[in-house]
């Protein structure tokens, strides 16, 4: 099946490198990339290759491997230069519609660094 593309979506813009990003994982169906305004050091997103604006929207192919590659981010990405995560811990987050704080209309998963000092939800 052909991956949905929307030539006016700023994450299919990012997939195509027609806006720079910092790239971290690619795979076949997935790509991933620190977030530009990171609410935290290490804040990344991770999206399919796959324009949709809402996780019921994507083929369960690409979200399939979205999660194997959140995991290797929290490894590769989250040590500092003493191998320790940056974070305590991290928040796995997923914004479907703008009452539930989405902005950008491509599914995205954020993977945030978690400092015992942040108290707040995310
Ligand atoms: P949302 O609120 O939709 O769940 O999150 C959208 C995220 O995308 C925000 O954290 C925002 O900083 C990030 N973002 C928006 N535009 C760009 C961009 O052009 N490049 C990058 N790297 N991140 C972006
Ligand atoms: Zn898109």
């Given at each position: 099946t052909a991956a949905a593309h929307d030539a006016a979506c700023i994450f299919c813009k990012i997939i195509k490198g027609e806006i720079p990003s910092f790239k971290l994982i690619e795979t076949p169906l997935t790509y991933s990339f620190l977030d530009i305004q990171p609410i935290a050091q290490g804040h990344v997103l991770i999206i399919p290759k796959y324009h949709g604006p809402?996780?019921?929207?994507?083929p369960d192919e690409y979200l399939s491997d979205i999660l194997p590659v959140v995991k290797k981010l929290t490894k590769v990405l989250q040590l500092d230069d003493n191998d320790k995560l940056i974070g305590d811990g991290y928040n796995v987050l997923q914004n479907n519609g703008s009452i539930a704080h989405q902005v950008v209309e491509h599914v995205h998963f954020h993977l945030i660094p978690k400092k015992t000092e942040d108290t707040g939800l995310i």
């Open positions: 809402r996780l019921h929207n994507i």
